[in-house]
Structures are given as structure tokens and as C-alpha cells.
């Protein structure tokens, strides 16, 4: 419960604080250990609000790191559907 806790503060301040790429890794432990996939999605959400920007090759579209995230809890989902039967 704790370390549940202690991860997703640590995911939530990665959202603000750190590069891209140690929010995606976090969030990646959180879909592993715990199936987070709210938390990681609502993450993805927050960090396209504060620095989302629209992208012109995907026609404008700006929620780049929630499409992202979205594609990894559904990945994580089918992994863990898969693996354990």
C-alpha cells in the first residue's frame, strides 16, 4: 500500500518536474506492479494540459502523451490477460 502510494506521488511529481521520459517509465511501473491505468491516464492528461502543444504532421492533434498512455494501459491490459493464463 505504500509503495503504491509513494509511486504514484512520485509519477504525479514526474508529471511537473521531470523530462518525458522518466514519467513514461513511471508510469510503465505503475501499470506493471499495481494496474494503475486511471492514475496513468490522468497523468497523460495533466502533462498535455500544462505543456501539450498541437502537432502539425497528426493534423493539429495535442494530446500526444494521453494517446501514449491510453496505448499502454491498453497494452498492459492485454499483457496481463495474456500472460496469466
Do not use: K, N
Not at 506521488?9 to 523530462?19: I, L, N, R, Y
Request: aromatic residues 18%; contains cysteine.
Amino acid at each position: 500500500m505504500i509503495a503504491r502510494i509513494g509511486l504514484s506521488v512520485a509519477f504525479f511529481a514526474s508529471v511537473f518536474f521531470c523530462p518525458w521520459w522518466l514519467t513514461v517509465t513511471l508510469g510503465i511501473l505503475l501499470l506493471s506492479l499495481f494496474e494503475a491505468s486511471v492514475l496513468v491516464i490522468i497523468g497523460g492528461l495533466c502533462m498535455d494540459v500544462v505543456f501539450g502543444a498541437p502537432m502539425v504532421p497528426f493534423g493539429g492533434f495535442q494530446y500526444l502523451y494521453t494517446a501514449l498512455f491510453f496505448m499502454l494501459v491498453i497494452l498492459s491490459w492485454y499483457l496481463h490477460r495474456t500472460l496469466s493464463e
